[in-house]
Each structure stands twice: as C-alpha cells, then as structure tokens.
C-alpha cells in the first residue's frame, strides 16, 4: 500500500528526519507533536536557564499549543479534529501535570472521543512536558 507525506506550513518544524504526517490508506498518522512554535525555538509556556535546561514550565499553555498544531497539521493534510480516532500522550511529570491536561484535553475533546493512552515518561526530544501522537482519518 502506497503512502504520502505531508508537512504542514503552520506546524514547528520537525526536529529530525520525519513529516509531520503520512497518509496510508484512510489513515493519517502524525509524528509526535510539541508546543514549539513555527520559525522559532521558543516554546510556549517555558522558561529555560543560560544552558538550555527548564527553570519553569506553564503546562496548560503547553496544552493549547500543542492542540493548536494538531490541528494545523490535521487541517494541511486534509483531515478535521473530529477525524481523531487515536492519541498517545506523553508527559514528563504525570503527578503534577495530568489534572490540568486532562481538563484541558475535555475540553477540546468535548465532542469526539477518541481512543487515549497516557504515558509518563522521563524526557522529550526538546524541553517541554507535552507531546501527542495522533491517528486520524482522513
């Protein structure tokens, strides 16, 4: 079965050698996705020391930001938030981040329900606490 990519002109940049999603049949899967910011190397709701390291981090603003460039990918690649069927959510800091995400994420799941996993895990590829991976149709 054939594949295509696509790269959204809304989304950050990737951080390594991947689209942001491939289409394989009626399925589109998107790379991880972060908060980070198209054309810079800020991110929202986090403040880093002179070595790169997080001083403190606002992980709701993380939240919308990463929503907000799932669904610009979604959008360039010809899909819809209520096309979401699966998400994996990887946070750095379970006990103190999960309450607030989880609000956040009712919110703008409110209408679709999609399958979600949930895993804490010890870094990211960047220093942010958030990152979804997101299966779609399209």
């Not at 790169?52 to 819809?80: M, T, W």
């Not at 800091?93 to 609000?103: A, E, H, R």
Request: charged share 25%.
């Amino acid at each position: 079965m054939s594949s295509e990519k696509f790269d959204s002109s809304k989304a950050p940049e990737p951080v390594g050698l991947y689209p942001h999603a491939r289409k394989v049949g009626d399925l589109l899967f998107l790379s991880g996705v972060g908060p980070r910011e198209r054309g810079s190397k800020d991110i929202p709701g986090v403040t880093l020391d002179s070595t790169g390291k997080i001083v403190d981090y606002n992980i709701a603003i993380q939240c919308h930001s990463v929503f907000k460039n799932i669904r610009y990918i979604l959008e360039d690649a010809g899909s819809s938030w209520d096309n979401i069927v699966d998400v994996t959510v990887f946070l750095t800091n379970m006990k103190d981040d999960f309450p607030t995400y989880n609000k956040i994420y009712a919110e703008y799941f409110k209408d679709n329900l999609p399958c979600r996993t949930t895993l804490e895990i010890k870094s990211l590829p960047t220093p942010i606490a958030i990152e979804l991976k997101v299966i779609a149709t399209i």
